[in-house]
């Protein structure tokens, strides 16, 4: 049974930083691609940024420069460093993982979501 477990989340000024963890079980097969999504209040949840196993990412518009996506694939944890965070990165946080499975069907994954919040 795949789980992924966050931690990180909390509430910072205009400027500041966080880092998001996202672990898998213990159990649980190699990520394929991790990746982080947020959802901000009264809107729809969007991909923040991805990394595949072998290192390639992908960052949305709004975060790139400020946010770095890494991963450890022989701890099987994927993590967000957030800087200079904006009143608008205030959202939930949700780690997502794609994960190859028996019969090499990928499945999708999603952590139960951490709240970010940026207020001065």
């Known amino acids: 049974q795949v789980q992924l477990v966050e931690s990180g989340g909390g509430s910072v000024q205009p400027g500041g930083s966080l880092r998001l963890s996202c672990a898998a079980s213990k159990s649980s097969p190699s990520i394929d691609v991790g990746g982080w999504y947020r959802q901000p209040p009264g809107k729809e949840r969007e991909e923040v940024a991805s990394?595949?196993?072998?290192?390639?990412?992908n960052y949305a518009d709004s975060v790139k420069g400020r946010f770095t996506i890494s991963r450890d694939n022989g701890k099987n944890t994927v993590d967000l460093q957030m800087n200079s965070l904006k009143l608008e990165d205030t959202a939930v946080y949700y780690c997502?993982?794609?994960?190859?499975?028996?019969?090499?069907?990928?499945?999708?994954?999603w952590g139960q979501g951490t709240q970010v919040t940026v207020s001065s």
């Open positions: 997502n993982a794609q994960i190859r499975g028996p019969y090499a069907i990928v499945r999708n994954y």
């Open positions: 990394m595949t196993y072998g290192g390639s990412t």
